[in-house]
């Protein structure tokens, strides 16, 4: 089985590299479904081996290529598996999309090259188990998504936009390997297997500065990598690009910087300094994204806020020491936003199509506090009769308390209008369902993946002083999106709404920085 799962990957690779040396300019629309499907084949035989190996064998590497412990391997785990499988479904189906939507365009061909030269890099980099081919492979990854962003060099926002990302993409490169040479050289090995699960390779890294400093330069490279506030304005300027590679890149190359958190998670034990900037970059950043999302009159532009906030989202849940719950989140959003970006050219149709009654807010004080009542009766409910059965980590309610924040804002736009009272009830419904599937869903995927990443850390000091901060943050922002909503206050709510509207005008002072330093 192991034999077969390395053949099946090296076919995938090479169909992958084959796709890019067709140099012809004809475009064969019936050809490059079926050679999709022989893809699409070929990935799932990668899939099902991996899958079947796992099972039989749990979490182990198989080397291919080694010298000095540095070299070529493949990391089996759930992590790999499952981020491989995201992988190949979304690339299938984003690149079965673009088929129709690039026919006729003179750059459909080189697009095609630089897709699967993209996706078979990022497919090698989530099953890598070494550290010397996952830096290759990382800095091949954001070479490649460099060449599809200039792909329309005419384009002179996309190209601006381009160069921003990467001075960005080069610095999160200089602070990874050097974190990778760090390892290296502590602990005389590039297996990731043999640094993660070996207790002399963690002891040598953990309780030290040095080792602290390794894990602070593999957040900082997260940070950069998923465009966290303030170093996401790069990713506005790439919209004017074609929608498929909108979503190959909102769906999985963004995912990089937490999948690398949560892969190198067992070397955050104990490292507060690490967690916390995690925590509080992340929760600037999904603050940010879901307060300017909803200011956004372009569903495009909306949808990269709404990255921003998930990206933000899930690094902050690494930074409580949720990885499990951050992985889940990760390829769910995946998912969510490839079908939201191949789909948003119709929304607009399909919003004039069909008749939606919009309701006005009233403002009435007492149904936004019945509202409050209710989303923490659900919270306080549900915590009591899991914590018969399961312990609930503290950092877990944390999150739980921020979802508590959104069912509040969910329960206030239901209830303070002039909705029915049907509507209201399965508002309701719906919220209680919402809180009940994510304590479900992360302890069933902390349980699945307990052996792989780090498990429920009890938070330090330094992180239990940010977390009232961070929950603040949370609820001043809420509050503010509901005030704004409410018809009295529209005057106050108009200016704030446009600063958000302009992404607090960060883009504008990188163009000023450039156009200085020119």
Partial sequence: MTTL?????????????????????????????????????????????????????GSHSINIIQYYSLGISLRIDSVSLIMFTMVSLIAYFVFRFSVNYLSGDHKHQKFNRLFHLTVGTVQLLVISGNLLSFFILWALTSIFLQQLLQLYPERKKATRAARTKFVIARMADLTLISAFAIIYLITGTG?????????????????????????????????????????????????????????????????????????????????????????????????????????????????????????????????????????????????????QFLSSGSIVSENKSTNHQLYERSGNFIKILISLILA????????????????????????????????????????????????????????????ALFYMLELSSNSIM???????????????????????????????????????????ARSVRIHFRNGLYIDSIYRRLQQNRK
């Fill in 376 to 435: 923490v009766t659900i919270f306080l409910g549900l915590n009591t009769i899991l914590n018969q059965y399961v312990e609930i980590p503290i950092a877990l309610s944390v999150v739980g308390i921020i979802m508590v924040i959104g069912i509040f804002s969910m329960l206030v736009y239901s209830f303070d209008t002039t909705n029915t009272m049907k509507t209201s009830l399965i508002t309701l419904i719906l919220a209680v369902s919402i809180m």
């Fill in 5 to 57: 799962l390395t053949i099946s990957v090296l076919l995938n690779s090479l169909y992958f590299f084959l796709k890019t040396l067709k140099r012809s300019d004809s475009i064969d629309i019936q050809r490059l479904r079926t050679e999709n499907n022989i893809g699409g084949v070929i990935g799932l035989l990668s899939i099902m081996s991996g899958l079947t190996l796992f099972i039989n064998q």
């Fill in 191 to 339: 297996e990731i297997q043999d640094i993660l699960f070996n207790e002399s390779s963690i002891e040598k890294l953990q309780n030290t500065l040095i080792g602290e400093l390794v894990v602070v330069l593999i957040s900082l490279t997260a940070i950069l990598k998923s465009v966290q506030f303030p170093f996401h304005t790069w990713i506005f300027g790439v919209l004017e690009l074609p929608t498929p590679l909108s979503a190959l890149l909102h769906a999985g190359l963004l995912n990089a910087g937490p999948f690398l958190v949560i892969r190198f998670s067992l070397l955050y034990s104990g490292v507060e300094s690490a967690s916390a900037i995690l925590l509080i970059s992340g929760a600037i950043s999904a603050i940010f994204g879901s307060t300017a999302f909803i200011t956004q009159p372009s569903i495009k532009t909306g949808l990269v806020f709404s990255s921003i906030g998930h990206m933000g989202f899930s690094l902050m849940l690494c930074g409580l020491g949720l990885y499990a719950a951050a992985f889940l989140h990760l390829v769910s959003h995946s998912f969510y936003k490839a079908y």
């Fill in 450 to 492: 307990q052996f792989d990443v780090l498990n429920h850390e009890a938070l330090g000091f330094t992180r239990m002083l940010i977390i009232p901060f961070v929950i603040t943050l949370f609820l001043l922002a809420a509050f503010l999106q509901i005030l704004a909503l409410i018809p009295s206050n529209k005057h106050i």
